[in-house]
């Protein structure tokens, strides 16, 4: 992966009225990157993502993007970035299509009918092209973002909460979508989600903010790893495994399912124990890490 | 940039149905005030000609195309700005109401550009408007009522304009009636601006210009120094290519002052929405 | 006693000069009953108060007794009385009293004037005046008072149609105190400094009607006064 930084954030401060939303954030995204965004609400991600766009003006810090300021590169900078902020919002009394093509217009870059067609191809949307947006579902519009954000190509992609709203299938879709874009076409993306699962499994790299302060900041499994895991052991004697891992601290759940606090690396050594004293094991699950971690973040 | 967004800001007036909701009662209207004239215009007319009646006669197609244009406008005038605001008010607290606001701002195209293309659209539509309302004054009367001199009362008495003296005061007529609307339409783009739903702006364009139509019409001495001032005195002026004598000077003066308020209105939308957080 | 002497002196006056100046009218009657039917082109100038017209041609068309049609491209103004009122009035025998009054010089002509007072107390008209050069049998001015519409003065001038009594310029001087706006209907209602104008009174307003081309006694049909 390449070490270019594509998103930089120094010191961003942004006052509403009396209110801090955001107190000194400070991060970097680089090129290639799925970054995951996280925080409780009112942590300040939403404001934080909108003085990426400019949407907000930042009382102080600095934000660069592909090694430019905002502030005086807004333009060219916008031209390379595709985005949803919270929710995908269309003009409702028009269609799929001519929606698309109102978004494309001012995207910064020429893009065909064709395009257009082949992008609501692309979101499953093509048999509604003509459909007004006003009937269309939650899920519907999710995608026709989506397509809105892919539109012109961009270089950097900005999800704010794109899964929020759908169902289960959507949420496969959407997670499918974004590892397309990333394995497929390299994308760099930024993922703000409350679906902790999904930055887990999708996203590289990540920035905790809570209160409006960023806490946390690094690679994903570096910052996983570092922490002990909650794992889950199936086996055929419960009883057996606890007395022979007294070692650690293990909990019985019931007679074929224990749990153990250690390190990543340990698993396998439990694992070659227990098969070694004929234990069985059925099943190995690591349970919810980055729950746990975003939990203990927030909380310290 | 800008034509690429005055396109779309057209496509989307285009799309909206409260769009042709100006067109439509504008049309009803008319039609209204043109059966009223044809069912009953010698009386309606006698209303405004009775005093001088009784000592004079009125020979020749006093009822005609002229008149019934100029009646129509008089009437009208005062309930297009509503018409006007019904979809100017709407074009940037609409997009923050319905959430596009947001998407657009994230685009490369400037706040700037996004007023100025809102503003133009604005324009379009009510240049539209007011030629609708010509088109239907002007050549509908006429095709019913035929062509002839042109009868207007003013409040120093009664000016008969002959017929190849009056194209030229509804063109220019027009094009002022046109400036006041488009005063209307950068106040109300202005509202807009401070709103995040459609119906607010609407509301206060129209409560700001009857305040002001109000104040104008009071004889009260107190109001005199702003009275100049108020773009609502000027609304009018497109009525003073009706007197015998046209006053050039106080309609240079009106349209300054029109000008001004569309230029402070935009002047104003743009601080505004530049400075503007996008939070919805 | 005295009261009775100017009593009959009055009287008698009025009865001897009666005679002659109901002749004249009789005369001036004739000379128009002449004209059965006339058109003529008309330029019309109105300078009213409160009425502002641009000069305007037309055609008028007459016929005998009353029938009276202005045929022109745009609006046309002219008094609501004075036209035929004064001719059918005068047609009328015994409906009025005829009085000679004083001699009076109207543009280097010698005129008398003809007081003619209506028998009938329930007409509009209350009194006319007539001032008649007595060598052609016209009537150079007049003053038509009538109830409904106060007075209206005529000067007349004559060129070619002297033997008809046609006037070629009708000049009326009417009476437009009347006039009125009021403020709810006018439509320029911004205009708060107009106000001051539509309270001012001002007495008189002038119609100047020029007449070229008479076409007399060319038999006109009735149809023609009946078309709008």
Not at chain 1, 71 to 96: M, Q, V
Request: hydrophobic content about 45%; glycine content about 6%.
């Amino acid at each position: 992966m390449s070490e270019t930084t594509v998103i930089q954030v120094k010191d961003l401060n942004k006052k509403f009225g009396d209110f801090e939303a955001i107190k000194n954030v400070s991060f970097h995204v680089n090129e290639g990157d799925v970054f995951g965004f996280l925080g409780p609400n009112g942590a300040g991600k939403s404001t934080t993502i909108r003085c990426l766009l400019s949407l907000i003006q930042p009382n102080r810090g600095e934000i660069q993007l592909f090694g430019k300021h905002l502030h005086t590169n807004r333009k060219e900078i916008l031209s390379r970035i595709g985005c949803i902020i919270e929710k995908p919002d269309f003009y409702k009394y028009l269609s799929a299509q001519k929606n698309l093509e109102i978004f494309a217009r001012i995207s910064g870059a020429e893009v065909s009918a064709k395009e257009i067609e082949g992008m609501l191809e692309f979101v499953g949307l093509a048999d509604r092209a003509k459909h007004k947006v006003k009937g269309f579902s939650h899920g519907m519009k999710q995608r026709l973002g989506i397509a809105q954000t892919l539109l012109h190509k961009p270089d950097l992609i900005i999800l704010d909460e794109p899964t929020t709203g759908l169902d289960p299938q959507g949420i496969i879709e959407v997670r499918n979508l974004i590892l397309r874009l990333k394995n497929e076409q390299h994308k760099t993306i930024l993922l703000s989600s409350h679906q902790l699962s999904e930055i887990e499994m999708i996203a590289n790299r990540m920035v905790i903010i809570n209160k409006g302060h960023s806490i946390v900041e690094g690679s994903v499994s570096d910052l996983l790893n570092a922490e002990e895991l909650l794992v889950k052991f199936e086996v055929n004697d419960a009883d057996k495994a606890k007395t022979l891992l007294s070692a650690y601290t293990v909990k019985a759940i019931n007679t074929t399912t224990i749990e153990i606090l250690l390190n990543r690396n340990e698993i396998s050594s439990i694992n070659k124990k227990l098969v070694e004293a004929n234990v069985l094991v059925n099943a190995i699950e690591p349970k919810r890490k980055l729950e746990d971690f975003f939990i203990k973040t927030i909380q310290n | 940039m800008l034509l690429k967004n005055t396109y779309n800001e057209l496509i989307k007036i285009v799309s909206k149905p409260r769009s042709f909701l100006g067109f439509g009662a504008l049309s009803l209207l008319i039609a209204i005030i043109l059966f009223a004239m044809k069912a009953d215009g010698s009386s309606i007319v006698s209303m405004v000609t009775d005093s001088f009646e009784q000592t004079l006669t009125f020979n020749g197609n006093v009822i005609n195309g002229n008149l019934i244009a100029f009646i129509i406008l008089q009437m009208l005038i005062v309930h297009v700005p509503l018409l006007i605001a019904l979809v100017t008010g709407d074009l940037i607290s609409g997009e923050a109401a319905m959430g596009t606001i947001r998407m657009m701002a994230s685009k490369p195209i400037s706040r700037t550009q996004i007023v100025l293309s809102k503003f133009i659209a604005g324009a379009l539509y009510t240049l539209l408007i007011t030629l609708w309302l010509g088109f239907l004054a002007l050549f509908v009367s006429h095709f019913i009522f035929g062509s002839g001199d042109l009868i207007v009362l003013n409040s120093d008495g009664l000016v008969i304009l002959p017929e190849a003296d009056v194209f030229w005061r509804f063109g220019l007529g027009f094009c002022v009636a046109f400036l006041s609307l488009l005063t209307v339409s950068a106040l109300s783009i202005f509202l807009s601006a401070y709103s995040e739903n459609s119906i607010g702006p609407i509301v206060a364009t129209m409560s700001i210009i009857l305040v002001f139509t109000i104040i104008g019409s009071l004889d009260a001495s107190v109001f005199n120094s702003i009275k100049p001032y108020m773009f609502t005195t000027h609304m009018a002026a497109w009525r003073s290519f009706f007197s015998a004598e046209v006053p050039f000077n106080a309609i240079y003066q009106s349209i300054v002052i029109l000008v001004l308020h569309i230029f402070s209105f935009l002047g104003m939308t743009l601080y505004k929405f530049n400075k503007k957080d996008i939070t919805s | 006693m005295k009261q009775f002497v100017l009593f009959i002196a009055i009287s008698f006056s009025c009865f001897s000069h009666a005679q002659n100046a109901e002749d004249v009218i009789t005369k001036i009657n004739n000379k128009f009953n002449a004209v059965k039917d006339y058109s003529v082109n008309v330029y019309i100038q109105a300078n009213i108060p409160m009425l502002k017209i641009m000069p305007n041609k037309g055609k008028l068309y007459f016929k005998q007794k009353d029938k009276v049609k202005i045929d022109s491209k745009g609006i046309t103004v002219l008094p609501k009385q004075g036209f035929t009122e004064l001719n059918s009035f005068l047609n009328e025998k015994g409906a009025y009293m005829a009085i000679f009054g004083d001699s009076v010089m109207i543009r280097g002509v010698k005129t008398k004037l003809i007081n003619v007072i209506p028998n009938n107390s329930a007409s509009d008209i209350i009194l006319v005046k007539l001032w008649v050069d007595l060598q052609n049998n016209i009537i150079l001015r007049s003053q038509l008072t009538t109830k409904s519409n106060g007075s209206i003065n005529i000067d007349y001038s004559y060129t070619d149609q002297i033997n008809y009594g046609l006037p070629n310029q009708l000049k009326f001087e009417i009476d437009v105190k009347k006039f009125k706006i009021p403020k709810s209907i006018a439509g320029d209602i911004n205009k708060t400094n107009q106000q001051e104008k539509t309270t001012k009174e001002i007495d008189k307003g002038t119609i100047t009607v020029n007449f070229t081309e008479y076409k007399v006694n060319i038999g006109l049909k009735d149809e023609i006064f009946s078309k709008n």
